[in-house]
């Protein structure tokens, strides 16, 4: 999984508890990403990271916040998690200098709220 | 707004049968068209990228062509390990990319 470690690989929260996934890299790539898979919507993007300290806003952003205080790790918080944020969240890497990139993905979280 | 529309959502073929899955898109100036490949309960794995109408990439089996409007996964001679659902997405003007949601592809011997 190109270097990308995602955890933990599962999770069964309750509604209304903070959660919070990592993602770790191993590649120094300058870019990472947060999406999330649900039946029927194909991959979405949550929030985005282009450096340290650097991060916006993807498609999918209401009830998610994101950190990175250092360029390996990127995390993603449900800081009230709701039944509607059960789904698969997978990081992915890029380096993108210039132009668009590949963007690499890990194994993914399995995030389920009760 | 940037679309991806991929078709069949569903494939059965028997082993050695080729055939093509379809990608359609919309965006405004295409910054590349990829190909992942997902296995379940794993992320997905790239296979191809192709930034311009005409270009062409293999790899084993595959083969990816894109047109101004379209991309096609042809399959040939497939072998039950290419079972898998394939992704198909665009460069998004956020530098995310926009999924289509997938071709699950079933190969039986």
């Known amino acids: 999984d190109a270097g990308i470690t995602q955890s933990p690989r599962h999770k069964v929260t309750e509604t209304g508890t903070p959660v919070t996934l990592r993602c770790h890299q191993t590649?120094?790539?300058?870019?990472m990403y947060w999406y999330r898979q649900d039946p029927g919507h194909g991959l979405r993007l949550i929030h985005y990271?282009?450096?340290?300290?650097?991060?916006d806003k993807g498609e999918v952003s209401d009830g998610y916040s994101v950190s990175r205080s250092k360029t390996e790790d990127f995390l993603l918080t449900l800081e009230s998690a709701t039944s509607s944020q059960t789904s698969v969240y997978f990081c992915?890497?890029?380096?993108?200098?210039?132009?668009?990139?590949?963007?690499?993905f890990g194994a993914g979280t399995r995030l389920s709220v009760l | 707004e940037d679309q991806v529309t991929q078709s069949p959502e569903a494939l059965r073929l028997q082993e050695g049968e080729s055939s093509s899955l379809n990608c359609s898109y919309t965006?405004?100036?295409?910054?590349?068209l990829f190909w992942y490949r997902q296995d379940p309960g794993k992320g997905p794995e790239f296979l191809f990228t192709?930034?311009?109408a005409g270009e062409e990439k293999e790899k084993e089996r595959l083969k990816a062509t894109l047109t101004k409007k379209e991309s096609f996964l042809h399959i040939t001679a497939p072998k039950p390990e290419d079972s898998a659902t394939y992704l198909c997405?665009?460069?998004?003007?956020?530098?995310?990319?926009?999924f289509g949601k997938g071709t699950k592809l079933s190969v039986k011997p």
């Open positions: 965006v405004s100036g295409l910054r590349g």
């Open positions: 997405a665009v460069g998004g003007s956020q530098g995310n990319l926009i």
């Open positions: 992915a890497i890029s380096e993108r200098d210039i132009g668009f990139d590949i963007q690499y």
């Open positions: 990271s282009y450096g340290v300290k650097d991060t």
């Open positions: 590649e120094n790539h300058r870019y």
């Open positions: 192709l930034y311009s």
